[in-house]
């Protein structure tokens, strides 16, 4: 095990709870302060500013749990706006739950297009369990119990990585893809100034903006303009 150190503060409970709400039966689990995927666990250590994890699993618990993640240049850059300010004194240590696996990641994020965390959840959990999360499977596979066109989203998407060896570059290329499926992606994978702008939730708890509007205001936000859609999306409508 290795130990991979946090700045402070750090918002253990939204990231776990984040991740425990989206845990893939069969998959993962999120208890306390304990994330387990198969055989490998990655524990939460507070007195330490740290989470173990085992070596070989180190870089992918470093993007999901968002470790180099620098709160203070956040809390500069996020409290001159005067509608994140009060957000981030109650949440000084946000953080943006990330990714285990790319290609995992945008699977889950074409699935659970226009549907609750809970269905996404259940369809999900069929997946895994009848073909798993590999792009060679689901590249030849139609996928059941969704809309058609979100079904060959996703075997498109899985040829596309078979065929590049990763995630494309622009992931709108692949049809059923917008705007808003790839800065989410792109945020869970790292990239702190994602801002998927036309969500309905960010524009509602940003004081009914249009997708314009907020695009507007959230310019100030940069370079972290993921931590400030986080910062509203964990806001109580």
């Known amino acids: ?13 939204l990231v776990s709870g984040w991740l425990r709400a989206r ?18 666990i990655v524990r ?14 180190a870089p992918r618990a470093r993007r999901l749990f968002d470790l180099d993640a620098d709160p203070v240049a956040i809390r500069a850059v996020l409290a001159k706006d005067r509608m994140l300010a009060p957000l981030l ?17 945008a699977v889950r994020a074409i699935v659970g297009q226009q549907v609750s ?28 119990g969704m809309p058609r066109k979100r079904a060959e989203t996703i075997r498109l998407l899985a040829r596309a990585v078979v065929l590049g060896g990763g995630l494309p570059a622009r992931l709108t290329s692949i049809p059923g893809i917008g705007p808003w499926t790839e800065q989410y ?3 869970r994978l790292g990239e702190r100034d994602a ?42 409508s």
């Open 1 to 13: 095990m290795v130990l991979l150190r946090y700045s402070n503060p750090y918002d253990w409970p």
């Open 23 to 40: 845990a893939i039966e069969g998959v993962e689990s999120v208890d306390g302060d304990e994330y387990r995927r198969g055989g490998v």
């Open 44 to 57: 939460h250590d507070s007195a330490e500013n740290a989470v173990h994890a085992p070596r070989q699993a």
């Open 89 to 105: 004194r109650k949440r000084p240590g946000i953080r943006v739950p990330g990714a285990w696996d790319p290609f995992e990641l």
């Open 117 to 144: 965390v809970a269905a996404a959840r259940t369809l999900l959990g069929r997946i895994a369990a009848s073909h798993g999360f590999v792009p060679e499977r689901l590249a030849e596979t139609t996928l059941g």
């Open 185 to 187: 992606i792109a945020m």
């Open 195 to 236: 801002f998927p702008a036309g969500d309905l939730i960010l524009r509602r708890n940003a004081g009914n903006l249009t997708e314009r509007e907020l695009l507007r205001r959230a310019e100030a936000w940069r370079p972290f303009r993921a931590y400030g859609a986080m910062l509203l999306w964990t806001t109580p």
